[in-house]
């Protein structure tokens, strides 16, 4: 099993971003997919979800209205469509699938500053 984040960087207040998360090795289009964040000092927590078929997504409160989550079953990748980056979103972004299994990735390190 690999799950892989891609995309993370540095970006400017006001920005995008776009995480990608490939992941291999067990059935995705069976997984609920999500990412979560962990900032430091700070426990992680849970950015948003995907169900198995991408139709049903669940977003945190302090990302509705930014951040999209979508996802391509046919690549076995999740994305994240970070807008609106606020300097608080600065955390390293974790790729998570559920469902007979709980598979993390390695995360990906997202800072916003100036």
């Known amino acids: 099993v690999q799950v892989v984040e891609s995309g993370g960087g540095l970006a400017q207040p006001g920005g995008s971003l776009r995480l990608s998360c490939a992941a291999s090795g067990f059935t995705f289009s069976r997984y609920t997919m999500s990412w979560y964040r962990q900032a430091p000092g700070k426990e992680r927590e849970l950015v948003a979800s995907?169900?198995?078929?991408?139709?049903?997504?669940n977003y945190a409160d302090f990302v509705k209205g930014r951040f999209t989550i979508s996802r391509d079953n046919a690549k076995n990748t999740v994305y994240l469509q970070m807008n609106s980056l606020k300097s608080e979103d600065t955390a390293v972004y974790y790729c998570n699938a559920r469902y007979y299994g709980d598979y993390w990735g390695q995360g990906t390190q997202v800072t916003v500053s100036s």
């Open positions: 995907s169900g198995d078929l991408g139709i049903t997504t």
